[in-house]
Each structure stands twice: as C-alpha cells, then as structure tokens.
Nanobody, 127 residues
C-alpha cells in the first residue's frame, strides 16, 4: 500500500521560511515524479514544484520560482520543499503527490495524473 505523509507546515510571518517534508512508502518505482501542490480556500489546487526522484530535474511554478526549492533524500524516501521569503498568498494546504513520470512543467498542471496523495499540511503566512 502506497502512503505519503507530509509534515512541517505551520504559521509564519511574511518573509519567513518553512520546510515541508513528504515521506513515501510502498511505491514500487525507483524513479518517479513527486510534486507539491497547494490549495487555498475557494481556489483550485495548483502545482508549485515537482522533482524527479533519483534524477536531477525540478520544475517550479512562476509564483514560487526563486523562493521555493524542492530536494530529495533517497535514503529516507523523503522529498522536501524549502520555502523562503514566504508571502501571505502562499497560505494554503500543501499536498505532495506521486506519479510514475514527470513530463516537464506539465507535471504541475496534470493533477488527474497523480494516483497517490498525502493528507496535506497547512501553511499560514501572516502579513
């Protein structure tokens, strides 16, 4: 059974930083795509960062480029999202999701391709 577990959310002031973690278990692929999505109240879920597991490619939404960094620790089956210079508009529930292939920037758009999702972790940024 595949499980994704996020952690690391919280409340920070604008300009602050947080690091989210997503640990996956039970996934049989050795290389795959892990993507961070977020959803604010009343808004659609949007992809913010994707990383190729056991690869080197990362993809970012324009809204977070230069502020967010996705990384991986394969020994721990964990992906991280380092979020710096946080803004109030970054406030959302953040989810990690996995699928076999990234496919470039499209990986941030094709939400229905993702079969496995974590439960989400809340990020709140106050002004």
């Amino acid at each position: 059974r595949v499980q994704l577990v996020e952690s690391g959310g919280g409340s920070v002031q604008a300009g602050g930083s947080l690091r989210l973690s997503c640990t996956i278990s039970g996934y049989t692929y050795s290389t795959y795509c892990m993507t961070w999505f977020r959803q604010a109240p009343g808004k659609e879920r949007e992809g913010v960062a994707a990383i190729v597991i056991s690869g080197t490619n990362t993809y970012y939404a324009d809204s977070v480029k230069g502020r967010f960094t996705a990384s991986q620790d394969n020994a721990k089956n964990t992906v991280y999202l380092q979020m710096n210079s946080l803004k109030p508009e970054d406030t959302a529930m953040y989810y990690c999701a996995a699928k076999p292939f990234c496919g470039g920037l499209d990986s941030l758009q094709r939400i229905r391709d993702y079969e496995y999702w974590g439960q989400g972790t809340q990020v709140t940024v106050s002004s």
